[in-house]
């Protein structure tokens, strides 16, 4: 059970008491619930191990669901659907944040994991934008939803469809929160079979997966994203989600992609700041180039963090003697470290280490959002980025 010990662990007390009176697990006497929360660990461990087969699963189910939204990226998508964020604030840390909405707002959980799992897949490989009316309301019931329903199902054969919707936010480059609308959708697919142990013994049992879609819509902007996991399918549902839900006319137009361009790093670059974002320097540590005139060939570059020296003086050290120096390549990746400076009262400035790989590859989609709107402003200042 590696997530329990760790739910444990990382939840206070009062609230792990109320988790499991919840459930209604039945507990040995020597847990004490006042005393050191270290103390609490050991009696509950052994009372999950005790349990049957059905409740110790539901635990680790639960201890599995709490703790990935008790980390950055789970709580900002707590606070995107939380009604009272107050009352998330006034809790002891962030598991207890997730228990807190996990027993008393389970529809709230719920779409707090829809939200995270929206902007994680966030312009990734899965993700696409579309641009619609702006302003328009989405309606949460009635025959628009059905409508909807009933298409999604006819176009993908599925015979159910559950369709989940929420109100959000979402922290824009502006620095102000953007209001959303998310739509959940699930739906059943194609009848297939898995292995499972049946009775001990190995064997195939039919099922029919639910495949889940994520399509958000911003009415200041009319901007319609969608995550799912087919390409080819992902235009049709936001047409689909257009046509019944908006009531609005969907002409295909696609946002801007964003691109990447490492070419200004050919030479030494100051990477200039504003004050404001607390940001101490900025560090180019590993480059990788490709000669254009020779296939199949990398050449990267690497500078520690204990180095005197820049990738671009190991880069020429590497190159001295050759015909052409750095302008003979292509950048197609960098990795570099923004550190910022240290809070009074913690050890050390943290980091947020950044990756770019030619042309629309970057980790920051893997980073709280608060991060990735640091790091996104600025690469476009940087000219690291651009919209295509």
Same mark, same amino acid.
């Given at each position: $059970? @590696?997530?329990v010990p760790d739910f444990l662990r990382s939840t206070p007390p009062a609230s792990l008491r109320a988790y499991f009176t919840a459930i209604k697990a039945a507990l040995p006497p020597d847990v004490v619930w006042e005393g050191a929360a270290n103390e609490v660990v050991p009696p509950l461990l052994r009372a999950v191990d005790g349990m049957d087969d059905a409740a110790r699963l539901r635990v680790m189910n639960d201890a599995d669901r709490v703790g990935a939204m008790a980390n950055e990226a789970g709580e900002a998508a707590l606070y995107a659907v939380a009604k009272d964020p107050a009352c998330l604030d006034a809790l002891e840390n962030s598991h207890a944040r997730a228990l807190w909405m996990f027993l008393n707002d389970v529809a709230g959980f719920n779409h707090a994991e829809e939200v995270r799992y929206a902007d994680d897949k966030r312009f990734g490989k899965?993700? =696409?934008?579309?641009?619609?009316?702006?302003? !328009?309301?989405? @309606? &949460? =019931?009635?025959? @628009?939803i059905a409508a909807f329903k009933k298409a999604i199902g006819e176009r993908?054969?599925?015979?159910?469809v559950e369709i989940e919707i929420c109100d959000r936010s979402r922290p824009s480059q502006e620095g102000t929160d953007a209001e959303l609308v998310q739509v959940a959708i699930y739906r059943e697919g194609r009848a297939g079979d898995r292995r499972v142990f049946v009775n001990g013994r190995l064997d195939r049992l039919a099922f029919r997966p639910v495949i889940e879609a994520a399509i958000t819509y911003e009415p200041a902007s009319g901007v319609i994203e969608i995550v799912a996991q087919a390409r080819e399918t992902r235009e049709e549902m936001v047409r689909l989600f257009a046509d019944h839900v908006l009531r609005a006319p969907f002409e295909g137009q696609r946002i801007p992609i964003r691109q990447y361009d490492l070419s200004r790093l050919r030479e030494p670059f100051d990477f200039p700041t504003d004050p404001e974002d607390n940001i101490e320097s900025v560090r180019v540590t590993q480059m990788r180039l490709m000669p254009y005139d020779v296939q199949g060939q990398r050449f990267t570059v690497e500078s520690m963090r204990t180095s005197d020296e820049t990738v671009w003086q190991m880069a020429a #050290?590497? $190159? *001295?003697?050759?015909?052409h120096g750095i302008e003979g390549y292509v950048i197609t990746q960098v990795r570099f470290t923004i550190r910022f400076? #240290? +809070? @009074?009262? +913690?050890?050390?400035g943290r980091t947020l280490p950044v990756t770019i790989t030619m042309p629309k590859g970057c980790d920051l989609k893997d980073r709280t959002e608060r991060e990735r709107l640091v790091g996104e402003?600025?690469? &476009? &200042?940087? *000219? !690291? !980025? &651009?919209d295509v």
């Open positions: $059970m @590696p997530t899965t993700w =696409d934008g579309f641009n619609c009316q702006p302003k !328009l309301v989405v @309606p &949460r =019931d009635g025959e @628009p993908f054969e599925s015979r159910h #050290a590497g $190159m *001295k003697g050759q015909e400076r #240290a +809070v @009074p009262g +913690v050890r050390g402003k600025y690469l &476009r &200042r940087w *000219k !690291l !980025l &651009r």
